[in-house]
């Protein structure tokens, strides 16, 4: 055999070898999911939803009422002093919050600012879950003395006072400036929802392991980091996570206390029973005359039978986990300043600050070094 047929056949040797080795490789790179697991990954999928219009929202969706809306909410001439907009506390580059660990213009003690991304799937907004609507979520901050510090009849007059904002209003509306000033101030909220419904978070890592991992992509899937595929696995698994942050969007869109404290200077943080109370008795619940679906809107159904309890009292919204990377400090005081602190707070967690009644699903992680350390790398692969 000559020296060029043998080096020939030794080619083809590799290749039949890395044929055989590839495959091999990618698989130990990927770890052993049982049904189960793979399961519960391809269950926090997939990503991004499909968008669906809010019935309580005549606009939701509509184009010129999102162009409306985005133009409202960096706009400075919304509030009444002209110098802050939704924008200086909503930063987009930030994820739209502030990254301070309580808001802007609030007292000491209150409550960290959410991001809006992907706010247009909560069934309750805010930490205490005091609004049923994102358009509602939308009107509050205008109104409060600590935020826009507007007033009804103020904020009227200033869309008055805009030709460019009654030519936008138009649009969006399909309609002139109603005559009545609340009217006028809830299509502002509106707009400014209809905008904000198009926050939504971009695919991350995770999302391209759990789709390779659904169709059966054993090489792509094993592109995903080893620290946190065996980080989601304990947040699966003997972490629980999942319970509470479930689904596409890592929440369960519920109230719960988690052993963060909730007294603030003068007294206490009722969270949900306070929010309750708010919603139950706002003009502009999903129950009031501002709903465009009225008695059709399937979501008044839940504020309808929507039940204050004793229990309530402390609890927070379970937030999502998207885009965590870009959202500290965390909790609802903003009292975790990383996601390492996070991951501590739930591995120390204090069983007797908790609630007693109702089911015990939180208990101490007790996790080992190298344990935190996945699950921390798993929670910051939620993030792009």
Known sequence: MSRTASRWHRSRWCVAVAALVLPAAWAQSLLDFSATERAQIAAHGPWPPTRQADPANRVSGHGPAIDFGRALFFDPRLSADGQHSCASCHLPAQAFQDGLPTAQGRSPGQRNTPSLLDAVQRRWLGWDGAHDSLWAASLAPLLNDSEMAQRIDRLAAAVRARPEWR?????????????DDEMLAIN????????????????????????ALVRGDAQAAG?????????????????????????PAFTNEEFADIGVPFFVPGGVDPGRHGGIRKLKDSHNNRLGPHNDAGAADPGAVLTRHLVLEHRNFGEFRVPGLRQLVHTAPYMHNGSLTTIEDVVRHYDQLDEDRLH???ASILRPLALSAGDAADLAAFLRSLSR
Do not use: E
Not at 167 to 179: D, E, M, T
Not at 188 to 204: E, G, N, W
Not at 223 to 247: D, E, N, T
């Open 188 to 211: 502002i909220a509106k707009a400014l929802a209809a905008y904000q419904a198009t926050l939504v978070s971009p695919r991350s890592p995770f999302d391209d392991f759990r789709d």
């Open 167 to 179: 030519a936008a209003h138009q649009a969006a509306f399909s309609q002139p400036l109603p005559r």
């Open 356 to 358: 007693a009644d109702g």
């Open 223 to 247: 592109k995903y980091p080893l620290a946190a595929q065996r980080g989601l696995r304990l947040f699966i698994g003997h972490g629980r996570c999942s319970v509470c942050h479930a689904g």
